[in-house]
């Protein structure tokens, strides 16, 4: 049974960073490509950023410089940091794992950024 569980969202002070974590399972995760989308209130669900097998890394253009993905094979487990979490990126943020025409979801983790 596949399995993304995310983890690490909450209240976020102003400058105040935070990591988002999504640990893979009932997947052979180092063979796939893997995603951070996000979901706000009223909004339809948006890409955030992005990591290839080999670690090749790509960013939505409100991403770059403040967010960052990343990937650990032995954790099974990708990663985003965001910087300065600002109030406009309260939302639903969901891990997404890809290969050839298969996708998987997580459940989503809640970030709300306070003023």
């Known amino acids: 049974q596949v399995q993304l569980v995310e983890s690490g969202g909450g209240l976020v002070q102003p400058g105040v960073s935070l990591t988002l974590s999504c640990t893979a399972s009932?997947?052979?995760?180092?063979?796939?490509?893997m995603a951070w989308w996000r979901q706000a209130p009223g909004k339809e669900r948006e890409f955030v950023a992005d990591i290839s097998r080999t670690s090749l890394t790509d960013y939505a253009d409100f991403a770059k410089g403040r967010f960052t993905i990343s990937r650990d094979v032995n954790k099974n487990t990708v990663y985003l940091q965001i910087f300065n979490p600002k109030p406009e990126d309260t939302a639903v943020y969901y891990c997404?794992?890809?290969?050839?025409?298969?996708?998987?979801w997580g459940q989503g983790t809640q970030v709300t950024g306070l003023q």
């Open positions: 009932g997947i052979d995760f180092s063979s796939y490509h």
């Open positions: 997404a794992a890809s290969r050839d025409f298969t996708n998987y």
